[in-house]
């Protein structure tokens, strides 16, 4: 019997470094051609700090590009847990939809190789970073909220039944149903295992020890991840990122750029906005154990607060605008004949937005609980060095994320939820 590595290598993918990197850009018109040609004297930088993917970024005194290439196992965890190369597909083909959407904010894919698993796109070059370093160090993105809220409403909008036929809708969807295993895998580790005893559960323990075990007791709490979990899987609802944390997205103050879309799927929207909504807020309790002497982070965790209730406000506006411009077009969610009134068409709206606001809001707290109390945690908490001090900020950050998942339906405005979300002060 072959070998997992004889099966690879049969299958036309080998893992690459540094070396045979250079020989696969030397073989490859579209990726050589971004360097200028100049192959001879490359800086190649292995980035790749996710649970996933190596990541290379590739500079030449011509060009640059971005290599990135999927691994048969999550990286974090090792051979130990395997995972579908097949994902790569699934990223290239969204960054590729969702730049025909929203080109300002969605970087260029040069080159997609299946064999391999590989993509070639735009190196974002400095000094842009990840947002949630950003955050960490307490930069304000003045234009984060527009850009973000441009983003969501036109990927989300564009790829709904609300513009698309019934026939091109269930076409995406079908393309996109065999990204199943990353499906699969926030299923694990979102709406399973932060609510019961899993292996790879962890927290900081031991102050975080009780908290856990009341998650796994809360028998509100899992009625309720319940009812998200059955609307993630089964419904189809927009093409989405399906990984939209702040670690997905890389900022200047001026420019704002979403990658790492291996996650992609049809499903429900406010998944994709309660992450973005979700970890915001996770970086505004963070916030406390990064404050000092010199600097308070008051006024820093103000503006992000403004950015959550800018950026929800702003993607409702631009979300039913863009659905007012497009009523008489291909979509056949909301008919003209039936729909045939402005009066009806904006109640049509508002319960709409309603319904999405609240998914938004379950979602944004499932995926708070998840980076408190399972596996995969956030650089905004870890990076606080006194355990107990990290502790305590995401120990708030939990009892909230708790509070607004059981609760979401008696908000209604996003203002609510800020004023919410500030009664969770020091312990």
Avoid at 4 to 28: C, H, M, N, W
Avoid at 132 to 137: D, F, N, P, S, V
Avoid at 183 to 202: G, H, I
Avoid at 353 to 372: E, V
Wanted: include cysteine.
């Amino acid at each position: 019997m072959a070998s997992a590595a004889e099966e690879q290598q049969q299958q036309g993918f080998r893992p690459l470094d540094e070396t045979s990197l250079v020989a696969y850009i030397k073989a490859t018109p579209s990726l050589s051609q971004r360097l200028g040609g100049r192959l001879d004297a490359l800086t190649i930088r292995e980035v790749g700090d996710g649970n996933l993917n190596f990541v290379y970024i590739v500079l030449s005194d011509a060009g640059s590009v971005v290599v990135k290439q999927a691994l048969p196992y999550i990286r974090c965890v090792g051979d130990s847990w395997p995972m579908t190369r097949e994902r790569a597909y699934f990223e290239a083909s969204a960054l590729q939809k969702h730049r025909s959407l929203c080109p300002d904010h969605v970087p260029e894919v040069y080159h997609f190789d299946r064999a391999m698993s590989l993509i070639g796109m735009r190196y974002i070059e400095p000094p842009h970073i990840i947002l949630r370093k950003g955050l960490i160090a307490g930069v304000e993105y003045p234009l984060l909220a527009e850009h973000m809220a441009d983003y969501m409403a036109k990927t989300l909008f564009f790829t709904s039944l609300l513009y698309n036929s019934t026939t091109d809708h269930k076409k995406g969807v079908a393309q996109y149903c065999d990204n199943v295993e990353m499906c699969r895998l926030t299923e694990q580790v979102v709406f399973s295992d932060p609510y019961m005893l899993a292996k790879y559960n962890r927290c900081t323990s031991p102050f975080l020890d009780n908290d856990a075990a009341a998650v796994r007791e809360d028998a509100e709490l899992k009625l309720e991840i319940a009812e998200l979990k059955s609307m993630f899987i089964e419904r189809a609802q927009a093409l989405l990122h399906g990984d939209l944390h702040t670690g997905s997205i890389m900022v200047t103050p001026d420019s704002t750029q979403v990658i790492d879309p291996e996650f992609a799927f049809y499903g429900p929207m406010g998944y994709d906005i309660g992450a973005f909504l979700g970890n915001l807020i996770l970086a505004y309790f963070s916030q406390d154990g990064h404050s000092d002497q010199a600097n308070d982070r008051k006024a820093y965790k103000e503006w992000i607060l403004k950015t959550v209730e800018d950026s929800w406000n702003l993607f409702h506006k631009k979300f039913v605008e863009l659905w007012s411009t497009h009523k008489d077009g291909n979509g056949e969610a909301y008919l003209p004949p039936i729909y045939n009134s402005p009066e009806l068409l904006s109640l049509a709206q508002k319960k709409y937005m309603t319904s999405l606001f609240h998914d938004s809001l379950g979602f944004g707290a499932a995926k708070m609980i998840r980076r408190i109390v399972g596996i995969a945690h956030v650089e905004d908490f870890e990076s606080i060095e006194d355990s107990s001090k990290r502790a305590s900020c995401e120990r708030r950050a939990l009892n909230c994320a708790k509070a607004i998942l059981k609760g979401r339906r008696q908000f209604e405005s996003i203002e609510q939820v800020i004023v919410h979300v500030q009664t969770f002060v020091r312990d």
